[in-house]
């Protein structure tokens, strides 16, 4: 007698059907309990899922005895899978065990409602689910909250995101994102209140929240973004905390939105406390070291006003002057206590050293095109050496400082070994940026007209980190083609080579033009950290043509120069592009006369210094100095001399206004021409500070002076000035109007200059 035994009735995980509410699996077994002895498994209802792919997943076999334990994992785990709307198992005949399921419908296509700031390829890289993939509601749902989240971060603060699903036949749905975007929501006025310490710009200017302003169409800035207001509040505290007072309180901001929806005033209530000062700072637990070398390496001292950022760095060195030793897993507690009746807190540094540890493996992820060896060899650690977080530290900055990796992407993790605890593997985790750089820019210049700039770049080319670029300006009276190549570690050792292949046309002299082709090969070598040793062979030919100065011999100028140029750099500057803090400082020397038909020696010094000043403002410096001696009484040629004048020194004067000049009869009337000096010094100053930071707009004033010509001759010519700078995806273009100090009779009154380029 056929007879099945319904185990649905023990079991259901049935729901309605196209309901699409949410699926709760609901396990109605009674305690565990032998059901029957199971001789074959069948699966029935599946149609695009393998029959396999579910026998792999559950545990029951044929010749197994099935109770209530195992039929519930079973099940479980089939749903697990995802793939299914419904689970039900019953007994067949002859021992069969028998899985239905129901699968769940595909997903045939998405659709975006609603949206029109921002496009449906934008809102796609932000949901997890994809076209044709089966229907998940807690995916929907995780979709919908992802959504609403950017539309915040992108100023919608009010935007809210729904979905909605639609049957269009029984295997498939559309599921249509619904988006109420509202305007965005713009922020009218912070007020901050309870401050005496510092002014409402001071600590507006720590707030990435801004107030609406005029370059808010360009930067975006004025927007409210909850997270973002939020991180702002712990903001405030901490800057607080940096400046002594460390009672701060931040009360709960207050957000009210206008009736039209468009705006939010916000209110901040600051209870500042008191200014602390530090009172004792003691050393407790595993000492390596005495006391007094303890304090002595400290930043943050007794009687001096506590700050929050500089005991985080005395925190950080520490750990790292342990873990030199070594203690990879050294660990600096601080606690703090305030002392009763005084504005005065001691310090007390604990320490707990752990055990020895040393690097194992070094693993580089996440480096889809730069080679491994282009992130190993800026390494300071080495596999199966002692730990050193000095090292550690170095090592990571290097890897930043190559430039081909995004901001913050660049990871350490230390991951012991399971087999040995005292050795730590490294994972480096990168995530690639795009090191290909391509732009174009024009502009114009009192001194050289209109002008057209573009060049080409791939900084790490073919990912072995070399630098391979193209490049050309072309004003009224520049033409400059220029290819470069950069190796910077040559056959993987230290060696840096490179070349430059260059053409020049020059006609901004009054005195004569001239066109230059060139060739320079270079190698350097690092003599100590952050320094390097550099050697230049250059050879150039120079034709000049429309000659207006009837002084100037074509003999000299005309013909093949062959320069050996050696120079030493040391670069301390924390970013190259955009520094604000650091040095750099180079020497030359340079001899023209290995063969050719030019002679000539220049000795060369430039320093340049960076100091952020407070907040954002930025003190920027420049000192340059060369000077040119003759070989065998062989005269310079005039287009080595030195002149000065223009956006790249003095911006107060017109180009080549300075120097040694000789006024001569041309057609009857009586010009000056400017000859060049073989001695030339100048020094820039500047104060530069952000305009509207997320614009990358700057404001700047400076102060030039200098002189070209002799030493026993030098004369300060002075000027200063005020300008803009947009540190746009092209370059950094300049805006700058310079007035002479004291001009003289033939200079012009003022200059504007724009120009594509940091300065220095």
């Known amino acids: 007698m056929k007879q099945y035994f319904v185990i649905g009735a023990i079991l259901s995980l049935m729901f309605s059907v196209f309901t699409l509410q949410k699926v709760e699996a609901q396990v109605l077994l009674g305690p565990k ?99 044709f993939s089966i229907l998940d509601i807690n995916s929907l749902k995780q979709d919908a909250e992802a959504l609403q989240k950017h539309y915040e971060e992108k100023g919608f603060y009010l935007a809210y995101v729904d979905y909605r ?81 460390l009672q701060i309180n931040v009360g709960t901001p207050e957000v009210t939105v206008s009736e039209d929806k468009k705006w939010v005033f916000i209110t901040i209530k600051v209870n500042e406390g008191p200014k602390f000062t530090v009172n004792d700072i003691s050393f407790q637990g595993e000492l390596l070291f005495p006391e007094s070398d303890l304090l002595a390496k400290l930043k943050l001292r007794s009687n001096e006003t506590y700050s929050e950022e500089t005991l985080r760095q005395d925190i950080q060195m520490l750990t790292e002057l342990y873990q030199d030793e070594g203690y990879a897993f050294a660990n600096v507690l601080r606690t703090l206590h305030v002392v009763p009746g005084a504005n005065k807190v001691d310090i007390e540094y604990s320490f707990e050293k752990g055990k020895m540890a040393y690097f194992g493996k070094i693993i580089v992820k996440g480096n889809t095109k730069t080679r491994d060896k282009v992130v190993r060899r800026e390494l300071k650690i ?15 900055e290097n890897v930043n400082r ?170 301390m500057r924390d970013n190259t592009f955009e520094p604000s803090s650091g040095y750099y400082w180079s020497l030359a020397a340079e001899y023209a006369g290995v063969g050719g038909d030019k002679k000539w020696y220049k000795s060369e010094a430039d320093a340049r210094y960076f100091n952020n000043i407070v907040g954002d403002l930025v003190f920027r410096s420049r000192l340059f100095s060369s000077k ?43 010009q000056p021409f400017n000859e060049g000096g073989l001695f030339t010094a100048f020094t820039q100053l500047e104060f530069e500070h952000p305009l509207a930071r997320e614009a990358g707009l700057k404001w700047v004033v400076f102060f030039d002076a200098g002189d070209a010509g002799s030493i026993d001759q030098f004369k300060a010519y002075m000027d200063y000035g005020f300008g803009l700078r947009w540190f746009s995806p092209i370059g950094v273009l300049r805006f700058e109007f310079g007035y002479p100090l004291n001009a003289g009779p033939n200079d012009a009154g003022s200059q504007f200059h724009f120009d594509i380029g940091q300065l220095f």
Request: aromatic fraction near 10%; glycine fraction near 8%; charged fraction near 30%.
């Open 165 to 245: 699903i639609k049957e269009v036949s029984p295997e498939n749905v559309e599921v249509t994102y619904q988006v109420k975007e509202f305007d965005k929501v713009r922020v009218k006025s912070i007020i901050i209140l309870g401050n005496k310490a510092f002014s409402d710009p001071v600590l507006k200017d720590i707030m990435e929240t801004r107030e609406e302003s005029l370059f808010s169409f360009m930067s975006g800035s004025g927007n409210f973004k909850e997270f973002n207001f939020q991180t702002d509040v712990e903001r405030l505290k901490y800057f607080y905390k940096t400046k002594g007072h």
């Open 402 to 571: 190559l430039g081909f990796f995004e901001q913050g992407s660049v990871v350490f993790n230390t991951v012991p070994r399971k087999d040995k605890d005292d050795v730590l593997d490294v994972e480096i985790n990168v995530k690639e940026r795009n090191t290909g750089q391509i732009s174009v820019g024009a502009g114009y210049s009192t001194a050289t007209g209109a002008f057209m700039q573009a060049s080409i770049g791939q900084n790490n080319f073919m990912g072995y980190g070399q630098n391979l670029s193209f490049g050309l300006s072309l004003s009224s009276t520049n033409k400059t083609y220029n290819i470069g190549f950069t190796e910077p570690y040559l056959f993987d050792t230290k060696w840096t080579a490179g070349f430059d292949i260059y053409s020049q046309s020059n006609e901004t002299s009054n005195s004569f033009s001239y066109k230059r082709n060139g060739l320079d090969l270079r190698v350097g070598h690092p003599i100590a950290e952050y320094t390097r040793v550099f050697v230049t062979y250059r050879i150039e030919d120079t034709k000049i043509s429309a000659v207006n100065d009837p002084t100037v011999n074509p003999a000299v100028e005309n013909g093949l120069a062959s320069v050996v140029r050696t120079s030493l750099v040391q670069d």
């Open 382 to 396: 080495r596999e199966g050496t002692r730990f050193s977080g000095t090292d550690l530290r170095k090592s990571r």
């Open 33 to 131: 309990k032998k059901l029957f002895r199971v001789q074959s498994i069948e699966i029935r209802g599946q149609k695009k899922v393998e029959k396999e792919a579910i026998l792999e997943k559950i545990g029951t076999r044929p010749g197994m005895d099935l109770d209530t334990h195992i039929l519930r994992r079973d099940i479980e785990k089939i749903y697990s899978l995802k793939y299914f709307e419904t689970v039900t198992a019953e007994e067949g005949p002859n021992g069969a065990l028998i899985f239905t399921v129901k699968e769940r419908p595909i997903i045939s296509k998405i659709i975006f409602d609603g949206n029109s700031e921002l496009d449906n390829d934008e809102l796609k890289t932000h949901i997890k689910t994809k076209d």
């Open 628 to 670: 040119l001696e003759l070989v065998n009484d062989r005269p310079v040629p005039r287009a080595e001399k030195f002149t000065l004048g223009g956006a790249r020194n003095l911006r107060g004067y017109n180009y080549e206004a300075i120097g040694p000049k000789r006024n001569i009869v041309v057609n009857g009337f009586t």
